[in-house]
């Protein structure tokens, strides 16, 4: 009875210490998307969605960095990169997977999160949902000039034809779990 007792505090100590992280890596998000999102209107007020293209291929990767600060390493990855540098790991890619599958059934894209302690690291997604702004770039019809903008810059791209709220991908997080136990 006192070794299913121990058990219990043990296992529920565990996963209250994970709930700050989830709470703090979903905290991470906002400003880091919004910069993203900001970046991307900004370049088609200045020249339209072909600049977006542009403008993300040159100044998404140095947003993650500035957003990948104290612990955390923050980033965008999908099951359909636009940019290979962005592929899913193999634990990304079981959470897309799943992700996938959720949302097939039912579940609302914006309601889909996982977190997990993987090989000495905390990890943490959150899925993407397609919207508006992205069907410009990521949609079922895509302008020539958009089209010739990404085929310049992503020439591998695999991230077109996507509907408005199905699942784009997922924000990824990760930071060391020793750094909090120190």
């Not at 565990?14 to 910069?35: G, R, V």
């Not at 991307?40 to 600060?69: M, T």
């Not at 996507?162 to 784009?168: M, N």
Request: include cysteine.
């Amino acid at each position: 009875m006192r070794t299913l007792l121990l058990a219990a505090l043990l296992t529920s100590d565990t996963l209250y210490a994970a709930t700050p992280w989830q709470e703090d890596a979903a905290k991470q998000i906002p400003a880091f998307a919004e910069q993203l999102l900001g970046t991307v209107r900004q370049a088609i007020a200045d020249g339209g969605p072909g600049a977006a293209v542009q403008a993300c291929h040159a100044l998404a990767p140095q947003i993650a960095s500035e957003h990948s600060r104290q612990a955390w390493q923050i980033g965008r990855t999908s099951l359909k990169v636009r940019n290979p540098d962005n592929a899913p790991d193999a634990w990304e890619r079981r959470v897309l997977h799943d992700f996938a599958a959720a949302a097939a059934s039912g579940t609302p894209v914006a309601q889909l999160r996982h977190a997990e302690e993987v090989d000495g690291q905390y990890r943490y997604m959150q899925a993407i949902a397609v919207g508006e702004p992205c069907l410009a770039c990521h949609g079922a019809t895509i302008r020539t000039e958009v089209e010739n903008a990404i085929d310049q810059y992503y020439p591998h791209d695999q991230a077109r034809g996507y509907q408005l709220g199905e699942l784009r991908g997922a924000f990824t997080l990760s930071r060391p779990i020793a750094q909090d136990t120190q």
